[in-house]
């Protein structure tokens, strides 16, 4: 019946949909056509009409500095980071600038030995292990030389296409990292796999997940009386935002079709018309662009009105918001900078305490960090264990400035990686940590692959849930890259890790938890037992993952609202909302135009009134793993449901392919089961996005 409901109400789906549930808010909120100029104090440029993308004036009260105009104008995107420190591994003896150019020769002449050489019995995977332990003499005398050979190596072999190669290896990219890890990783063990496999699937397989031990993991075992307690039925109003991704050089006009890269951007073009866009950008964004000023704006005015909070003395407000990671545009490498990460953090933190009410706990993303998804292990020699302090700095000051957290969580930020752990004044404990750390596009974390915890950050997490079990506190756990699901952005061991961590302290202590990254709307399942019997009296723990208000790619701008109980901290229902993309170039919105709306942002979904028959479930009762595992149950039964999951993941973006052949409606099952990489590897692959080639 709702199934049916919800697709036949494609069009008008916010009157017929959430006939069950009151609404939190009003069902639908069409933002004004201007910009709400009082957003910002002041503006390097204001339009009076969203004909331009506006360019606020910033000031970032922790660095005590205002990013100029040039950091941002759309005309003038720099080609190269010129500005930022480039960090080597310390040479393990000085030798003069000729000798080190000899030794860099000799090395290149053993790898190119090994390149060229045919062995038939050797597999590609250990010879690139080989061409990278010869390799590795570079690295520890001759550090700085390394990132221009890599490149020319990288060219000259055709790894990649000429342009992937410096985006990859050039020393301001991500060649000094690359340079580190040469250094320092165990090049012809699971390091050098890892290292291989990153550089090309044709080296080596991906490694698998490693035995773990887990007799010393905890320090306590699981209490055998170990309840959820009872709801104290108070429920409050929780906003779960993700992946903004604010791009301030997006230019209304510009090619909303390029051929590659970041659209919506005066440097990419479509190769078949580079003269004239064959779709100029509209002022609120595109299927292939970031979140302009005007959209990323419409959204947060749009949270209070659907979600019914607002600052007024008689309006409720949210009690708190999740914020699960990634601020800053998907721009190559070469014009990202420590200086445009830092630019976005101080703009959207700033935009949140502006338009939000209660406090916001963000999680760092991986393009929160310069060179982008970078973070490194602090167990890393002398500095370059701190090398992105930094941001550390920056970010855990800007929460303490916008009084999210306190002065003690600031200092656990700032040498946590970005994580803290902090008791809201409802009570519950939020732990957010940086899942860089485990993140396969972090280089620094084939270092010491063997160890499942090299960064330290689980035996953080398993003391402050030891402790918030102690003082019988509950816990949700915020990240950005998600640890299941398909499986295909974290690495195999740390998540194997964190099921366990998962398994001992859920249900009881930990609520829920919650991630961003793939842009889509989706949960993941954690069971008892390893994941061995995986049914609905094993479920224990569900992760949400939270929409993105960024489009791209080709989906629809969303977030979400939960009804949290003050008792228990579970979820009781949720309300996810979306703005329809592909209405933005119908009407209003052309560059020329005179617009006379913003865009609108309306209720999509509620999450008990669309699953909840399917899967029996009592209106009292939370929607916690049990509810979700029977979700999965009933999709088995329905492929409709799965069809259904599949729209919405996509936020109901027209250009959501359906999930209608069994292959994909058995993979959406299994990823949903699938709370770590080593059970995601075991479903189908490809059915992870709704979209075909996507890269978050
Ligand atoms: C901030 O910088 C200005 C100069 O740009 C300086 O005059 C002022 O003293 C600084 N404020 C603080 C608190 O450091
Ligand atoms: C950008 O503007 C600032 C301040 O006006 C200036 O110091 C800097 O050199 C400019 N950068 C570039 C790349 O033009
Ligand atoms: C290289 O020289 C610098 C400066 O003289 C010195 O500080 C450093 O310890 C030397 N390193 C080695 C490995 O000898
Ligand atoms: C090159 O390989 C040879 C043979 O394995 C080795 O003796 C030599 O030290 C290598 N050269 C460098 C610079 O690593
Ligand atoms: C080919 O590889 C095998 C296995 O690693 C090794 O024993 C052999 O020496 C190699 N042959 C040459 C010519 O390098
Ligand atoms: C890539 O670079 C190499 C080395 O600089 C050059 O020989 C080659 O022609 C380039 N390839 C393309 C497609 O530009
Ligand atoms: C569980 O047992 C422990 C140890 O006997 C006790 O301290 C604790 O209060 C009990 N917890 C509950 C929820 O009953
Ligand atoms: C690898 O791990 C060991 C043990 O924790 C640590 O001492 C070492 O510094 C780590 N190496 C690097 C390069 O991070
Ligand atoms: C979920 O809630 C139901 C109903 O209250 C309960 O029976 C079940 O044990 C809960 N599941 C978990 C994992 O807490
Ligand atoms: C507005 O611009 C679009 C595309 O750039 C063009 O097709 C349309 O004719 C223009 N309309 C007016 C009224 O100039
Ligand atoms: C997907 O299925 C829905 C409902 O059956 C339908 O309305 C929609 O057009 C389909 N979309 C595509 C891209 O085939
Ligand atoms: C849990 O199961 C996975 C397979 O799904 C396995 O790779 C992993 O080693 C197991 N972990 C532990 C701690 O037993």
């Known amino acids: 019946m709702v199934i049916q409901a919800v697709l036949a109400s494609f069009g008008s789906l916010s009157t017929t949909l959430v006939g069950a549930s009151a609404l939190p808010g009003v069902s639908s909120y069409v933002a004004d056509a201007g910009f709400p100029t ?46 930022d420190p480039v960090l080597f591994p310390p040479p393990v003896a ?3 600038a000729s000798q080190k150019r000899s030794l860099v020769d000799a090395v290149v002449a053993n ?26 003499p570079a690295a520890l005398y001759a550090p700085e030389l390394v990132p221009e050979t890599l490149v020319s190596l990288c060219k000259q072999y055709a790894l990649h296409s000429n342009a992937t190669c410096e985006e990859d290896f050039a020393a301001s990219t991500f060649g000094a990292a690359w340079t580190q890890v040469l250094a320092y990783a165990d090049v012809q063990g699971l390091d050098g796999q890892y290292m291989c496999w990153s550089i090309s699937k044709s080296f080596c397989a991906e490694p698998t997940t490693q035995p773990l031990d887990t007799t010393k993991l905890f320090p306590k075992p699981k209490p055998a009386n170990a309840t959820v307690p009872p709801p104290s039925g108070k429920r409050v109003k929780v906003l779960h935002m993700s992946d903004l991704h604010l791009d301030a050089r997006y230019a209304v006009g510009a090619e909303a079709n390029c051929s590659s890269g970041l659209c919506c951007r005066t440097n990419n073009f479509n190769r078949a018309s580079p003269g004239e866009p064959l779709l100029p950008a509209n002022a609120y964004g595109g299927f ?13 005015q749009a949270v209070g009105p659907l979600t019914g909070t607002g600052k007024g003395d008689d309006e409720e407000s949210l009690a708190w918001t999740v914020y699960t990671g990634d601020l800053v545009s998907h721009d190559p490498q070469s014009e990202l900078s420590q200086a445009y990460t830092m630019y976005a953090e101080t703009s959207v933190y700033g935009m949140f305490k502006h338009f939000l009410t209660g406090p916001v706990f963000a999680a760092l993303g991986n393009h929160d960090t310069s060179p982008e998804n970078l973070d490194s292990p602090h167990n890393m020699p002398g500095p370059l264990g701190q090398q992105q302090s930094w941001n550390y700095d920056h970010v855990a000051g800007l929460w303490l400035h916008e009084g999210w957290i306190s002065p003690d969580a600031a200092r656990q930020a700032r040498t946590h990686y970005g994580g803290y752990s902090v008791k809201t004044h409802y009570g519950l404990r939020i732990i957010a940590f940086n899942t860089d750390l485990w993140y396969k596009g972090n280089i620094f974390n084939f270092i010491n692959s063997t160890d499942a915890d090299n960064s330290g950050v689980f035996s953080w997490m398993i ?8 003082a019988g506190e509950r816990v949700w756990i915020i990240g950005h890259v998600l640890s299941g699901w398909d499986g295909t952005n974290p690495l195999p061991n740390p998540t194997n890790l964190f099921y366990q961590i998962v398994a001992r302290y859920a249900p009881h202590v930990i609520a829920n938890i919650l991630w ?3 842009h889509e709307d989706h949960i993941l399942l954690y069971y008892s037992h ?15 993952i939270g929409p993105s208000v960024t489009p791209l790619t080709n989906l629809n701008s969303g977030f979400r609202l939960y009804e949290v109980d003050t008792g228990d901290f579970q979820i009781y229902n949720a309300y996810t909302f979306f703005s329809n993309v592909s209405e933005y170039d119908d009407h209003v919105f052309l560059p020329n135009a005179t617009a006379s709306t913003g865009p609108t942002f309306q209720i999509e979904y509620s999450t008990r009134d669309t699953y909840g028959h399917a899967a029996s479930w009592s209106h009292a009762d939370p929607l916690n793993a049990t509810f979700w595992h029977r979700v999965t149950e009933a999709m088995e039964r329905d492929a409709n449901l799965v069809s259904l999951q599949n729209t919405l993941q996509g936020k109901r973006s027209v250009l959501s392919p359906n999930c209608t052949d069994s292959f994909c409606q058995e993979a959406k099952i299994c990823y949903m089961r699938s709370g770590s990489v ?10 992870g996005s709704v979209q075909s080639a996507f890269k978050p």
Not at 463 to 470: V, W
Not at 678 to 687: D, V
Request: with cysteine; aromatic share 8%; charged share 15%.
């Open 94 to 96: 000085n030798l003069s």
């Open 38 to 83: 009082s957003a910002f104090s002041s503006y390097y440029y204001s339009p009076a009409q969203p004909t331009q993308e506006p360019q606020p004036v910033i000031y970032d009260p922790v660095l005590n500095y205002t990013f100029p105009h040039n950091l941002t104008d759309p005309e003038t995107i720099p080609e190269e980071n010129v500005d």
């Open 288 to 300: 292939q662009c970031d979140t302009p000023y005007d959209l990323g704006l419409a959204a947060l």
């Open 516 to 518: 961003g990254h793939t």
């Open 111 to 136: 790898v190119t030995r090994i390149i060229v050489e045919t062995n038939a019995t050797e597999s590609s995977c250990a010879r690139c292990m080989n061409a990278l332990a010869a390799a590795k």
């Open 678 to 687: 080593a059970l995601g590897s075991q479903c189908r692959q490809g059915y």
């Open 463 to 470: 003391s402050e849930l030891q402790s918030a079990e102690d």
């Open 530 to 544: 390893n994941g061995t019997v995986r049914d609905d009296a094993h479920a224990l723990a569900t992760a949400w």
